[in-house]
């Protein structure tokens, strides 16, 4: 497919694991997003790269957070030592031009 | 003022009816502007971008620009019970790398 693909769509990890979530843009797409969406929440940003560099990660929540990107392509987010509070279903987008954003399905994240 | 506001519904419409979405956006955000659906469960889903003052029509959808009020709106005719869903309003932060700022959602539900 063509799209933004996320994996995996869903995990369920015990509070206090490290959980790594991947996405891979779609191709030639030089600018990738990550965002955190709570239930019934609106779109909360994490972190932004182009190509491999990330000029903005303000939007991650503490130093638990961190994200790399390689080849400027695949893209992981890792959450270490999971709290329930990151519940959450994490978004992946990507964009070209014109910052028109396409977002992968997303991965549901559940700490119990 | 946050830099993209949505009128915050939820929006109940008649089938058939025309569905009207506004959002206001402070001087922070230029102007290119994006609408996404979200459907309940779902990520965003881009249906409407628009660059330039005025209108933009797409089948059902039209888009409306103006910047001297600094508003723009997505009116949805003919609405179908299919277009029931959360509909997000975006726009490029000048004094955030151009990132995307996206508004809280209006709920529309269409009633059959």
């Known amino acids: 497919g063509a799209g933004v693909s996320q994996s995996p769509s869903n995990k369920v990890t015990e509070k206090g694991k490290d959980v790594e979530l991947r996405c891979d843009p779609i191709?030639?797409?030089?600018?990738l997003y990550w965002y955190r969406q709570r239930l019934g929440q609106g779109l909360e940003f994490l972190i932004y790269f182009q190509g491999n560099s990330a000029p903005d990660k303000s939007g991650l929540p503490s130093d638990r957070f961190s994200a790399e990107r390689t080849g400027e392509s695949v893209s992981t987010l890792t959450i270490q030592r999971t709290q329930q509070e990151d519940s959450a279903v994490y978004l992946c987008?990507?964009?070209?031009?014109?910052?028109?954003?396409?977002f992968g399905p997303g991965t549901r994240l559940t700490v119990l | 003022q946050k830099e993209v506001e949505q009128n915050s519904g939820p929006l109940s419409v008649p089938e058939g009816a025309i569905a009207s979405l506004n959002c206001t956006y402070s001087d922070r955000v230029s102007q290119s502007f994006f609408w996404y659906r979200q459907y309940s469960g779902k990520s965003p889903e881009l249906i409407m971008s628009i660059y330039s003052n005025g209108d933009k029509e797409d089948g059902r959808f039209t888009a409306q620009l103006n910047k001297a009020s600094q508003y723009v709106s997505l009116l949805i005719r003919d609405s179908q019970p299919s277009d029931s869903a959360t509909y997000l309003c975006a726009g490029e932060d000048r004094s955030n790398d151009y990132k995307l700022s996206f508004g809280a959602g209006t709920t529309v539900t269409v009633r059959a």
């Open positions: 987008a990507s964009s070209l031009r014109y910052n028109e954003q396409f």
């Open positions: 191709s030639g797409h030089t600018a």
